[in-house]
C-alpha cells in the first residue's frame, strides 16, 4: 500500500504482443479515473519509474521460457493480488500454437539456421505456474471488462463471466448466423463477454476467450451437422487461441483412461 492508502499496481509482460497493455492505455482520460484509486508503481510500457513493491500484479502473456518460471513466481510472492491479462496470460493463446508441433520443428520453422541461439519450451497460461486471482480473457481484452475487474480486485469480490456462450450476445445483437454465410464459428462453445464484437461486423468467431464450461457439444454438433461441417472444421479453427487447453484436455482423457483398470485386469 502507497503512503497515500492507495494499492499499488504494477503491470508485467511475458510472451505476447502487448496489445492489451495497449487497449489499457487506449482507455485514455478513463485512465485517470482509474488512478484516483490506485497508484500505478511499474509499467514499461507506459512510464520509465519503476518499484519493486507492489500489492496487485497485471501480468499479460505467457509463459515459453524456463527463465520465465521464476520471474512470475517472484511476481506471486510479492502481490497480493495477481491479474492474468489477455488470453496468452489467461489460456496460452496464439503461442500456445506450438505446442502441437515437435519444439524443435517450430524451432527451426521459426528461426531457421538460428534456432540454436535461442531458448524456448511449451507455452503455457500462468495460472499453469502459479495461482491467479482473475483472469480478462480476450485478444485483445475488452477495455470495460478491464475497468470492471479492477474494480472487483479493489473490493475483494471474485469476478466471473456468466457461464453463456458467445451466440448469446450474438443473438442479442440480432446478427444473422454465419453459418448461414458459409463460415465456421465457434461462438457456439465460447466464452461470452466480448459483446460478440466479430460477429458483428461479419467476422467468425476464433474463440479468444476460451470455452465456456459445459459447452452443449451436442447442439453444436448438430449445428455443424446442419450446415455440412465436421468436428475437425472446428477444432482447426479452435487451435488458434486453445491449443494449451485442448492439450490438457486429451491429457485428462488419457489419465482417465489409464487409470481406469484394464480388462485383463479386472
Ligand atoms: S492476448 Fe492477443 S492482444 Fe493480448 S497480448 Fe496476447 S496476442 Fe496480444
Ligand atoms: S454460431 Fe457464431 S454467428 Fe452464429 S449465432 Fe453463434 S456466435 Fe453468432
Ligand atoms: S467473438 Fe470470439 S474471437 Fe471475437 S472477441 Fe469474442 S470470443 Fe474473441
Known sequence: MST?????????????CEGCQLEVLALEERLLDVLQWVDVVQWREAMSEHADDYDVAI?????TRAEDIPRLQKIRQT?????????????????????????????????????EYFNTAEARPIHAVVPVDYFIHGCPINKEEFLTVIQHALMGKPYTVPNRAVCY?????????????????????TRCGCGAICTRFGQACFGCRGVVEQPNLH????????????????????????????????AQVGNERSAVPSREGR
Open 4 to 16: 497515500n492508502g492507495k494499492p499499488r499496481v504494477a503491470f508485467f509482460d511475458f510472451a505476447c
Open 59 to 63: 501480468v499479460e502473456g505467457s509463459i
Open 79 to 115: 502481490a497480493k493480488v495477481v491479474i492474468a491479462l489477455g488470453s496468452c496470460a489467461t489460456l496460452g493463446g496464439i503461442n500456445a500454437i506450438k505446442n502441437r508441433f515437435p519444439l524443435d520443428a517450430a524451432m527451426a520453422e521459426v528461426y531457421g539456421e538460428k534456432a
Open 169 to 189: 450476445e450474438c443473438k442479442l445483437n440480432e446478427t444473422v448466423c454465419l453459418y448461414e454465410k458459409g463460415k465456421v464459428c465457434l461462438g457456439p462453445i
Open 219 to 250: 447442439a453444436a454438433k448438430e449445428v455443424l451437422t446442419q450446415y455440412g461441417y465436421t468436428v475437425e472444421d472446428v477444432l482447426k479453427r479452435a487451435g488458434l487461441y486453445n491449443s494449451y487447453v485442448a492439450q490438457q484436455e486429451l
